[in-house]
């Protein structure tokens, strides 16, 4: 049955599910609290809101994030007029898609031009290019922009302490080419915060300074600044701390330039964002909708006019969520991310090359990273709506939490003397420490899981051969990325491999049938597995005696069933694996109080898994 309605003109509509009763919460409450008690993870007799609690989680920034949204922050405006939550542009993405921006580090000039041609005839729309330390010579500019049309192609520089002397060699190979000043497009990429951030020592505020007043003055369309929030996310850091530190640094340029005489609404739409967008898609899209969202609330308290407070915006997939073991996956994560930042609303996005983490990318992976967005463009049709996370009730809860979060942070830093006060007197670093080690311990207990590195890892994987990418200049902030401390371990059991012929590897004692131990089993060896470490079972047992025979001699085994069998056997085994020369005998399994006799720890879902692979490679010797 479909039931219909009558227009104002007569006409009949159409009123889908009309002929269903509406649900209520308390019905969606019943239906879970079933499931959750099905599944053990909800007791008997719990309160009505127990299975809302059992299925919140909390970001890094402490936002509880629930199951259900029936209800959203309230009005957010609409695209392109303040507070552009929704969008800078009241069209979106809708008319031209966002900017393709892929980007060059290659130190090699005639590579680089032959990777910039084949990026823009494959439908990239601007270059992002890494100059001086880290990156291409700045003397070697023009040779990597050989046959490039600079009045055709947007162009974005990051050279670090050397911004001054790259963007000098940049205006003057436009001069070269006679290009218009109007015609030139991109950024110029000077952001001495950004230097003081990744080094420790200051960059240089006046040649910042001046390149500014050079582009309010030459080149209308270029801007001169780079706001870059990557040192703050790679250092660990949460979206609400990229998002404080990102407000802090444009907050700190927008004075240098009024205080150097530059009108206000000019010197707000000198400077560009960067911002990082994770696998995590919803916290990305909310991430850029907030971000607009603070942006907005300063310039508006700086007197800027409401047409000029419009946040320009590039998201760059995360660097560090990429892997260098099973970096296949890093496709996965990065289209993620490339969604999150289309649908965030950024103008432009560089998606990362999947073997990025390895070191220099080859062409296929360029190709992949290019294409990746053309799909989602072109296939896919995301910039066709102009603000489709609008609505969303989750959405929009997470972007109003999150501002909220970010602005906190901005003001505790702006209590604090303002962001260089605030690098140099240790306070950002040490509360990005803090996050870094508590994302550290989520990963290192599994809860935030890697696929390919902490879960399911392949220990046939052959390497990724790639040329080393040239170091960037360090000495301030850190750098991580979220799977370095599984891949220290892996990197240390191959490097025994190639040593010994034989890669370490401890003994499952398996007991019973399959059916019995195979769970357990299948378990104890993925996260063996994830610290490099082989694993051989005993099959199919039905006595201690059985599991001896199969017993390989490893210093280390873990026993592997149900726990029925562990009451039964668990401490039989053990003893007859020590007298066969077992040194460190492990169950897979919840702990119990008391243990089984012989038994040195757990393995379990939610363990350590880091402090258990890092104490059966001491025990096997691995490193020494």
Not at 20 to 48: D, H, I, M, N
Not at 254 to 266: I, N, Q, S, Y
Not at 283 to 296: F, P, Q, T
Not at 333 to 352: E, H, K, N, P
Request: proline share 5%; aromatic share 6%.
């Amino acid at each position: 049955m479909v039931a219909h309605s009558t227009s104002s003109g007569g006409r009949p509509e159409l009123v889908l599910a009309a002929e269903f009763p509406e649900p209520t919460r308390e019905q969606w409450r019943a239906q879970v609290q079933k499931v959750l008690q099905r599944s053990g993870l909800l007791g008997e007799g719990a309160a009505p809101e127990a299975p809302e609690d059992v299925l919140a989680s909390s970001t890094y920034d402490g936002i509880t994030v629930h199951p259900l949204y029936a209800a959203g922050p309230g009005e957010v405006g609409v695209p392109g007029l303040v507070p552009f939550v929704r969008g800078s542009r009241p069209q979106g993405s809708v008319a031209e898609g966002w900017d393709v921006r892929q980007r060059h580090e290659n130190p090699d000039a005639a590579e680089t031009n032959r990777e910039i041609l084949a990026d823009l005839y494959n439908g990239v729309s601007s270059l992002w290019l890494r100059l001086g330390p880290g990156g291409l010579a700045v003397a070697d500019l023009a040779d990597a922009l050989e046959g490039v049309h600079l009045d055709m192609i947007c162009v974005v520089l990051d050279a670090g302490a050397d911004f001054v002397a790259a963007a000098e060699a940049f205006l003057a190979l436009a001069a070269g080419q006679d290009v218009r000043g109007s015609a030139l497009r991109g950024n110029l990429g000077a952001d001495p915060l950004g230097v003081q951030a990744r080094t420790g020592r200051p960059g240089d505020r006046d040649g910042a300074v001046r390149l500014a007043g050079r582009c309010a003055a030459e080149f209308p369309e270029l801007k001169a600044l780079v706001v870059d929030g990557l040192p703050y996310h790679e250092a660990g850091g949460s979206d609400a701390q990229e998002l404080g530190c990102s407000l802090a640094v444009a907050t700190t340029y927008l004075r240098w330039l009024t205080e150097a005489g530059l009108e206000v609404d000019k010197a707000a739409g000198l400077l560009e964002f960067r911002v990082a967008t994770t696998a995590d898609q919803f916290l990305g899209i909310a991430k850029l909708r907030a971000g607009r969202r603070l942006w907005e609330q300063v310039t508006r308290a700086c007197g800027v006019s409401e047409s000029a407070r419009g946040q320009v915006q590039h998201a760059v997939t995360s660097a560090a969520m990429l892997t260098r073991r099973d970096p296949w996956v890093n496709m996965l994560r990065t289209t993620i991310a490339t969604f999150a930042a289309g649908m965030g609303g950024a103008q432009a996005v560089t998606a990362l090359p999947f073997d990025a983490a390895v070191g220099l990318p080859d062409g296929f992976a360029r190709r992949i990273a290019r294409n990746t967005q053309a799909l989602l463009l072109e296939e896919s049709h995301l910039a066709q709506v102009i603000d489709p996370a609008g609505g969303s009730y989750y959405v929009e809860s997470l972007t109003e939490e999150l501002a909220q979060a970010g602005w906190r942070w901005f003001q505790e830093i702006e209590a604090a003397g303002g962001l260089p006060a605030a690098l140099e007197s240790g306070l950002v670093a040490d509360r990005l420490a803090a996050t870094w080690e508590a994302r550290r311990n989520a990963i290192a207990h599994r809860k935030d899981a890697i696929t390919g590195v902490s879960e399911f890892p392949d220990l046939d994987e052959p390497p990724l051969e790639r040329a080393p990418a040239p170091e960037r200049p360090s000495g301030g902030l850190p750098v991580h990325r979220y799977a370095e401390d599984f891949e220290r371990l892996r990197e240390a059991a191959d490097a025994q491999l190639a040593a010994t012929g034989s890669r370490p590897a401890v003994f499952l004692a398996t007991l019973g049938s399959l059916a019995a131990y195979n769970a357990r089993a299948s378990f104890a060896r993925n996260l063996f597995a994830a610290g490099g470490i082989a694993s051989a079972d005993a099959g199919a047992t039905e006595s201690a005696r059985d599991v001896v025979a199969a017993y390989t001699g490893t210093p280390v085994v873990c026993l592997c069933s149900r726990d029925t069998l562990y009451a039964e056997r668990a401490a039989d085994t053990a003893r007859a694996l020590r007298e066969a020369g077992a040194k460190r005998v492990l169950l897979a399994g919840k702990p119990s109080d008391p243990a089984p006799e012989g038994i040195d720890g757990f393995v379990f879902a939610g363990c350590d898994a880091l402090a258990v692979l890092g104490d059966v490679h001491a025990e096997l010797g691995v490193g020494r």
